[in-house]
């Protein structure tokens, strides 16, 4: 049987009257096309060009280690993208006083600048460097330290956290009254805020105390390598609240929701937290402008919405670290650091979904705050290294920190005192055998050696 070939041309013009045909009958909607995080100012300013439209302003509340490399991202984006931020970022500082170290690179005998004992933020706004926490790391230009709280936030917009948690109770004393009502913010600090009426996350502890939406920063984000710009990536969370919509015409079944001062926390109930609307001249906080002030080519940001799952992840891999460091201080091996590191996840999911529901198991298991932070917080971290250190020279994990941190804190010893702490009051210590072994190590009611029996009797 022979076969009777069509033409090419008439096959194609065949197709092109069938697809219109089609399109006739099953008309296709229009798609809206999304801005790209770089060209957001001016599609948001070509929307309305009556309306003019203010940029944010932003400040970094923290100038540690992280707390100056998160600064150095934001100076960057912020000098980069003048459409939507002002680019003079402040940058809080505690002041102390501190003499350049003899290898750096700013010494000069000849200068008493750089070899007299010197206010930190002299020394930071004059060479553009955090010559103690983040040495030999260059700062842009446009970051300045400012060693008054009140000074720095002022008519902020956007305000970033990022110090010790034991710190943030009197810092947002400090702060109240002295911020913009419909300022938002974004919390960096990995831990978990325990108290009388349980635990809480920090984003939400500052929301409260400050009467503002926060939202959390959280990842695989050891601070020397980010500021070195070596590759790595973070998430963000940000589930903005509906009182900042911008909807010129909301529908009869959402105008409720966007005209409500309050938003859900993350136990999936209506906050506390009366907010203030942001003056309709304010450029809107979304997921494409959080991404644009953090994400650089060297650090890459994935936005989401879950901030609970982001917040627990960066505190509760703290105190998996720790029992990470105490087998590899052992010399255990990788079989059973990888064991560790399998229960520790496990236990990490399981918290977020008993207090947290609103947390989603995607957010510990995909994202780099859940599992990829807690990989490199067991491969190389501080809390990691400490207890590793502990371990080897025969001493307490204190003395170790008092050692090697610079004046610094860790956050496992805190964030596994303070669950335990949580759970045990709650009676439920026992369901997470893992968080539980590391507080009873920590206490010295148990030794490192006893982990794998811990484990065992937990499971």
């Not at 891999?317 to 029992?323: E, L, P, R």
């Not at 920590?442 to 029996?453: R, T, V, Y």
Request: charged fraction near 20%; proline fraction near 6%.
């Amino acid at each position: 049987m022979a076969l009777r070939l069509i033409p090419a041309a008439t096959t194609l013009s065949r197709l092109v009257q069938i697809s219109r045909a089609f399109s006739a009958i099953f008309p296709r909607r229009r798609q809206r096309q999304q801005p790209e995080p770089d060209k957001l100012g001016s599609f948001r300013q070509n929307v309305d060009m009556a309306t003019p439209v203010n940029r944010h302003r932003v400040t970094v509340v923290g100038s540690g280690n992280w707390g100056s490399t998160i600064a150095k991202i934001v100076a960057e984006n912020t000098l980069e993208h003048p459409s939507l931020f002002e680019p003079e970022v402040r940058m809080w500082v505690l002041e102390e006083t501190v003499t350049v170290p003899p290898n750096s690179k700013h010494l000069d005998h000849s200068s008493d600048l750089t070899t007299t004992p010197q206010p930190l933020t002299k020394l930071i706004n004059a060479l553009h460097e955090n010559v103690k926490y983040l040495p030999g790391i260059t700062l842009p230009s446009n970051l300045i330290a400012d060693p008054s709280l009140q000074s720095a936030v002022a008519n902020a917009t956007i305000l970033i956290f990022n110090l010790p948690h034991q710190f943030i109770g009197g810092i947002c004393d400090k702060l109240e009254g002295q911020h913009l009502p419909y300022a938002r913010g974004i919390s960096c600090i990995k831990g978990v805020d325990v108290g009388p009426d349980g635990v809480r996350l920090f984003s939400e502890t500052i929301g409260s105390k400050l009467g503002i939406y926060v939202g959390a920063l959280s990842g695989a984000n050891i601070a020397n390598e980010i500021a070195q710009e070596k590759f790595s990536e973070t998430t963000v969370a940000y589930d903005a609240p509906s009182i900042d919509s911008r909807e010129p015409s909301p529908s009869r079944s959402n105008i409720n929701a966007i005209t409500s001062h309050t938003h859900n926390d993350s136990s999936g109930r209506p906050s506390s937290v009366r907010l203030t609307r942001p003056p309709p001249d304010l450029l809107p906080i979304d997921h494409h402008l959080i991404k644009t002030l953090f994400h650089r080519k060297y650090f890459q940001v994935q936005v989401i919405s879950d901030v609970a799952g982001v917040s627990l992840g960066g505190a509760l891999k703290n105190i998996v670290a720790i029992a990470a460091g105490f087998v590899d201080g052992l010399h255990w091996g990788d079989n059973a650091k990888a064991a560790i590191m399998r229960v520790g996840l496990m236990e990490m999911v399981r918290f977020g979904h008993r207090f947290f529901p609103t947390s989603r198991s995607e957010t510990f298991t995909e994202e780099s705050c859940g599992v990829a932070d807690m990989i490199t917080s067991c491969a190389g971290g501080r809390n990691h290294r400490c207890a590793k250190l502990s371990i080897e020279r025969g001493m307490s994990i204190t003395e170790v920190e008092k050692q090697e941190l610079n004046g610094q804190k860790l956050q496992g010893t805190l964030s596994a005192r303070e669950v335990y702490s949580f759970l045990s009051n709650r009676g439920e210590e026992k369901d997470f055998p893992l968080f539980t072994a590391v507080y009873n190590i920590l206490e010295g009611k148990a030794k490192p050696e006893d982990l794998p029996g811990l484990l065992e009797r937990g499971g």
